[in-house]
């Protein structure tokens, strides 16, 4: 009987190549992430000019359910529509290369962070590895800001940030290193909130809600974070809204200006401006989104 010492050469390359390496794996990963995120950055591009309140079109009168009428701002395809008006179908994806290089950076030292340290955390110690995640938050921060500002470019028609290099040198030169951590603790208090309420509503319901008696207990306890994450972001979302408004505001843009917007001292004054007019939650929705009442005024005609 022969044993894999007593294999052929050819064979046993044969047996090893047919395993995927890890290279291969996170190339897979990498391609996969670049094409959700530009498959889902219209998505993400109506959301934002949203988010910082941008309305180019005026509102709809319809009815509800019950038959009470009230006024429908546009939703995602009569936006993306408009979009497409002003600035062609390659307008739906400005601010795309931003996005793609700050998934890919995300994604590469997520996987390299998983191959050496384990959940950013140090084999030997315990403890967390500080290099590792600073590095990638501050890549992940860095491209978000320049693609978010590139696509609120969109309202006041601008052209200020265009490429990366250039993106970056100009941030330098009028804001210094802290225009690149613009929005980052509404941001980081926003992920912190989610991975925490998450984990632990998730640990919840796994150890004491699901009965280790029912046949399917495994297969609902892989679900269950997933559904989760998707309730417990609901709840987080004011804090993404925040830091998304504040890398806007105040960087010269029309978005971030009076009188579309007024000029935050902090991420809190931003937060109890959007909680004083009840847009806490601009943007969650892209359908059948009422026009709130003290906004009436404000809708563009």
């Known amino acids: 009987m022969e044993t894999p010492e007593n294999l052929p050469v050819q064979a046993v390359g044969v047996e090893r190549d047919a395993t995927p390496t890890f290279v291969d794996v996170d190339t897979a990963v990498l391609l996969l992430g670049v094409g959700v995120t530009t498959v889902t950055h219209p998505l993400l591009y109506v959301k934002l000019l949203i988010q910082v309140g941008h309305e180019p079109l005026p509102p709809t009168m319809g009815t509800t359910m019950f038959g009470r009428r009230v006024l429908y701002l546009p939703g995602f395809f009569s936006y993306a529509r408009h979009i ?79 490429g990366m290099f250039s993106c970056i040198v100009k941030i330098f030169k009028e804001e210094g290193v802290a225009g690149f951590y613009a929005g980052l603790m509404p941001h980081v208090l926003g992920e912190v909130l989610f991975l925490w309420c998450c984990n632990l509503l998730a640990h919840f319901i796994n150890t004491y809600a ?22 417990v972001s ?41 909680s004083h007019k009840g847009h806490l939650f601009r943007g969650s929705s892209f359908f059948f989104r ?12």
């Open 210 to 231: 699901v009965d280790e008696s029912f046949s399917q207990a495994s297969a609902i306890r892989t679900y269950t974070k997933f559904v989760m994450g998707i309730a």
């Open 84 to 162: 497409v008006q002003v600035d062609g179908k390659r307008g739906l994806f400005r601010g795309l290369s931003h996005r793609i290089v700050s998934s890919a950076i995300s994604t590469v030292v997520r996987s390299k962070v998983k191959q050496v340290n384990k959940d950013c955390f140090c084999l030997t110690t315990g403890k967390p590895n500080p290099d590792l995640c600073t590095v990638s938050t501050q890549c992940y921060l860095v491209h978000l800001i320049m693609s978010v500002r590139c696509m609120a470019q969109f309202v006041g028609r601008e052209v200020k940030y265009r």
């Open 290 to 301: 009422r026009v709130p009442v003290n906004s009436l005024p404000s809708v563009e005609n």
């Open 234 to 274: 609901v709840l987080t979302y004011p804090f993404m809204l925040v830091a998304d408004l504040m890398a806007v505001n105040n960087c010269g843009l029309a978005a971030g200006l009076p009188p579309r917007s007024p000029i935050f001292k902090s991420w809190l004054h931003c937060w109890n401006h959007l």
